[in-house]
């Protein structure tokens, strides 16, 4: 269907004669339009102008329809470039990675989906969570199993033996103090980060410093560039916030983004500098500065997702991007999920000094933080130098299990299946050749009892996508990597 034959379409379907409002009507007509497919992605909607005169309601009717759509992500809107038509209607037929079932998410019927907001529709039909959450080969997730239990339950004992009744109490804005300010020397001398404590925002993890950040940075329909391919957790919460995404090329220096890119300066740059997810390259110091330059330049904001970057095997890893910034377009998003424990939900944002308490104030009005508890637990672990004990104690069991990951790989495919990233982090990539579909091995995998994911639903635009498995090696023990590695090499086999 074309521009004009949409038009008639919603002649025809717009009752005049409805009471209700002609916005709500208008909205719900051009939802389900794209929703069932009507139009085309990429359709241009007419001018509100033509709409507002041929439905005989007012322009700005048709305006705020537009406004809306654009904002719920079902519509791009380009400043006097017209309306188009998103493609939505792809995510919700195509799940992002195996049928969900099988990559342990829970199910969501289409029946269900239909009755959400638009903004819901497409938080459900883009879903990557999953409730597996251990075992080889999950990526991202630490072997929990490690944790020193009993150092942490006695730093905690100790403090509610001392009627701890204000860490009971809802958090003050931007958190436990004590927890702000260990956390500001640990950055420092470790990531060479440059921050007082007023500027470490307390969070409950990146995801919950990204959405902070975006609603406070962005308005709906602003451009954010992401790395081609990003976590797509990460990329699915800037897509509800109905930021309109443009997936930028990494090359092994990391973000490359072309001429005509550069032309748009985007209001918001994610990245992952210290190590790139899913690939795990490190940004080079080239590239820093010129993303430091551009920021600066364009005044656009850079989110530095330093997620991981204390698991390093063999190199050091360059300080942090915030450390280099000398005009304050940079906010770095840390956690302890992967350090400590991902249920932990512990995790910070440090943001420039002139809006550290704007960020402490807008995250303590929207989540009303409480965990006060653990941070004071937090506070004292690092303090007492337990953190950078535990980090070395795993780093040295994780390079063991990366090791023996890769002498697998090799006593099975020689040198014919390329291993990416495996430098740092808790994961490697093993690339698949250009044909198969890394959803498949996913998938029969995942039938013999092994969990991997698909590399190629890390990307945006699935033209671009390489075929391979993303790896995760940190949460098993080596007698339960090898037959793992065993069963999902006869799975690769037939495949090859
Ligand atoms: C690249 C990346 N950023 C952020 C996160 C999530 O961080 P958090 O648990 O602190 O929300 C993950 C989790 O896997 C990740 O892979």
Redesign the pocket.
Known sequence: MDSFIFLEWLLQRFDRSDPGPAYRRLYQLICRAILDNHVAAGMRLPSSRELAAELGIARNTVLQVYEQLSEEGYVRAGVGRGTYVQDISQDLVEPLSPPQDEAGRLEVRREDVRILSARGQVLVSNLGFSNLQSGAFM??IPDVREFPLKVWSRIQNRLWRTEPWDLMRYAPAGGYGPVRQAISDYLSSVRAVRSTAHQVIMT??????IDVAVRLLCEPGDTVWIEEP??W??RNLLTVSGLHLVPIRVDDEGILPDGAQYAQPPRLIVV?PSHQ?PLGMVMSLTRRRMLLDYARQVSCWIIE?D??SEFRYGTRPLSSLQGMDESGRVLY?G????MLY?GL?V?FLVVPENLADTFANAVAELYREGNMMNQAVLAEFIREGHLAQHIRRVRRRYAERRLCLIEKIAEHFGQDLEIIGDDAGLHLVLALPDGVDDNLVVRDAFQQGVVARALSNYYLERAHARPGLLLGYAGATLAEIRPAFDTLARVIGAYL
């Open positions: 990526p991202g409950t993890g990146i995801h919950q410093g990003a976590y957790g990460i992952a997810y997702d997620y991981d998003a956690s302890f999920s992967k991902p939900r995790g």
